[in-house]
C-alpha cells in the first residue's frame, strides 16, 4: 500500500501525538532515584517529616541552625534531597540551618505525579512553615535556593512569600510553556503541544508556571541566579530573559564549561563562595540596638 502525500502527513502527526503523549507521561511519573544518605554523616543532621497544605507527606533533612538564619534547599526533577549535598555543606559550614526534602513524587516523600512547579509550590511553602518553627531558627531570616524544577519552584513561591529574604536559583527555566518548547519543539508545536497537552490533562496548571511574570515581586530582596554556558537543558537564553525580567538587586553567574547541574563540579570554590556571599548579604546578623535605643522605643 503506497500512502498518499495526505496519509504521510496524518501518519507523521499521528506519531507526534503518541510520542509527545509518552514524554508527558514520563514528565509526570519520573522513575524514583533512591536517597543516598551522606557518607561521612553531617553532623546534626537529622531525620524529619512534614505535610503540605494537600495532605502529603514530605520527608527529608535538616542541619540546625548555628546562626539564627536557615536556608531551604529544592532539588530538581527526577532526583532527591541529596542532589544538593554541596550546597548544604557550603551552608551549614557557614553556620546556616539547612532543609533538604524530597518533593513530591520524589525520593521518599508522598504523591504520586510531578506538576513542574505547579503543586510543587505548596512543597516549598510548607518547608519555610517548617524551618520557621524551628527554636533554632529566627522566622524573619529564611532563604530559599533552588536547582532546575527546583529552582523555578522557589521563585514562584519567593515572588509570593515575603519570608524568603533571599533566592537563589540554578539552571532554572522562566515559563514552564517556554521549556516544554526548548526541550521538545524540534517540529514546533507539532512536537511540542502533545507534551503540555499531555500535562494539562494531568491537571498541570501550565499557565501558573511562569516565574518570569513575577520576578519583579521580590521587592528588594536579593536574587542570585545562576547557570552554565553548555546546558542543553536550561540555555543562556532562557536564564538571561529571567534576569533581565528581574529588579535589583540582582545577580546572574555564568558558569564556563558547566552544563546542567555541573557548577560544583566545574568551580567548587567560586560556587561556594557566591553561595555564602548571596545568604549572608541577606540574612546576616540582624542589627544590635543600643540600650539608649531599647530604653527609647520603650
Same mark, same amino acid.
Given at each position: 500500500?503506497?500512502?498518499?502525500?495526505?496519509?504521510?502527513?496524518?501518519?507523521?502527526?499521528?506519531?507526534?501525538?503518541?510520542?509527545?503523549?509518552?514524554?508527558?507521561?514520563?514528565?509526570?511519573?519520573?522513575?524514583?532515584?533512591?536517597?543516598?544518605?551522606?557518607?561521612?554523616?553531617?553532623?546534626?543532621?537529622?531525620?524529619?517529616?512534614?505535610?503540605?497544605?494537600?495532605?502529603?507527606?514530605?520527608?527529608?533533612?535538616?542541619?540546625?541552625?548555628?546562626?539564627?538564619?536557615?536556608?531551604?534547599? =529544592?532539588?530538581?526533577? #527526577?532526583?532527591?534531597? %541529596?542532589?544538593?549535598?554541596? !550546597? +548544604?555543606?557550603?551552608? &551549614?559550614?557557614? @553556620?546556616?540551618?539547612?532543609?533538604?526534602?524530597?518533593?513530591?513524587?520524589?525520593?521518599?516523600?508522598?504523591?504520586?505525579?510531578?506538576?513542574?512547579?505547579?503543586?510543587?509550590?505548596?512543597?516549598?511553602?510548607?518547608?519555610?512553615?517548617?524551618?520557621?518553627?524551628?527554636?533554632?531558627?529566627?522566622?524573619?531570616?529564611?532563604?530559599?535556593?533552588?536547582?532546575?524544577?527546583?529552582?523555578?519552584?522557589?521563585?514562584?513561591?519567593?515572588?509570593?512569600?515575603?519570608? =524568603?529574604?533571599?533566592? #537563589?536559583?540554578?539552571? %532554572?527555566?522562566?515559563?514552564? !510553556? +517556554?521549556?516544554?518548547? &526548548?526541550?521538545? @519543539?524540534?517540529?514546533?508545536?507539532?512536537?511540542?503541544?502533545?507534551?503540555?497537552?499531555?500535562?494539562?490533562?494531568?491537571?498541570?496548571?501550565?499557565?501558573?508556571?511562569?516565574?518570569?511574570?513575577?520576578?519583579?515581586?521580590?521587592?528588594?530582596?536579593?536574587?542570585?541566579?545562576?547557570?552554565?554556558?553548555?546546558?542543553?537543558?536550561?540555555?543562556?537564553?532562557?536564564?538571561?530573559?529571567?534576569?533581565?525580567?528581574?529588579?535589583?538587586?540582582?545577580?546572574?553567574? =555564568?558558569?564556563?564549561? #558547566?552544563?546542567?547541574?555541573?557548577?560544583?563540579?566545574?568551580?567548587?570554590?567560586?560556587?561556594?563562595?557566591?553561595?555564602?556571599?548571596?545568604?549572608?548579604?541577606?540574612?546576616?546578623?540582624?542589627?544590635?540596638?543600643?540600650?539608649?535605643?531599647?530604653?527609647?522605643?520603650?
Amino acid at each position: 500500500m503506497v500512502l498518499t502525500p495526505l496519509g504521510l502527513l496524518l501518519v507523521a502527526a499521528g506519531y507526534l501525538v503518541v510520542n509527545g503523549h509518552r514524554i508527558g507521561q514520563g514528565l509526570l511519573h519520573p522513575r524514583p532515584v533512591a536517597v543516598q544518605r551522606p557518607t561521612p554523616e553531617l553532623p546534626g543532621l537529622e531525620d524529619v517529616s512534614f505535610t503540605t497544605m494537600d495532605g502529603v507527606t514530605l520527608r527529608g533533612w535538616y542541619l540546625p541552625s548555628r546562626n539564627r538564619a536557615a536556608v531551604v534547599l =529544592v532539588h530538581g526533577f #527526577a532526583d532527591n534531597r %541529596a542532589q544538593l549535598l554541596f !550546597e +548544604a555543606r557550603t551552608l &551549614s559550614a557557614a @553556620g546556616y540551618g539547612v532543609l533538604l526534602f524530597d518533593l513530591r513524587a520524589h525520593g521518599e516523600s508522598g504523591g504520586d505525579t510531578v506538576t513542574w512547579g505547579d503543586r510543587e509550590r505548596r512543597d516549598v511553602t510548607a518547608a519555610l512553615d517548617f524551618v520557621s518553627r524551628r527554636p533554632d531558627v529566627d522566622p524573619a531570616r529564611l532563604g530559599l535556593f533552588g536547582f532546575s524544577m527546583g529552582g523555578t519552584t522557589s521563585l514562584l513561591v519567593a515572588s509570593e512569600d515575603a519570608r =524568603v529574604k533571599a533566592v #537563589a536559583a540554578a539552571g %532554572a527555566y522562566p515559563a514552564l !510553556e +517556554a521549556d516544554i518548547y &526548548s526541550g521538545y @519543539g524540534k517540529w514546533g508545536a507539532l512536537s511540542a503541544q502533545p507534551v503540555l497537552w499531555t500535562l494539562q490533562r494531568a491537571g498541570v496548571a501550565v499557565d501558573a508556571v511562569r516565574p518570569i511574570d513575577g520576578m519583579c515581586r521580590l521587592g528588594g530582596r536579593p536574587l542570585l541566579l545562576v547557570n552554565g554556558d553548555v546546558d542543553p537543558d536550561a540555555p543562556s537564553k532562557l536564564q538571561a530573559s529571567l534576569f533581565q525580567a528581574a529588579c535589583e538587586p540582582k545577580s546572574l553567574w =555564568v558558569v564556563e564549561g #558547566a552544563g546542567h547541574g555541573q557548577y560544583a563540579r566545574v568551580a567548587p570554590e567560586e560556587y561556594a563562595r557566591r553561595l555564602r556571599q548571596h545568604f549572608d548579604g541577606a540574612l546576616g546578623a540582624p542589627p544590635q540596638v543600643s540600650s539608649d535605643e531599647e530604653a527609647a522605643a520603650q
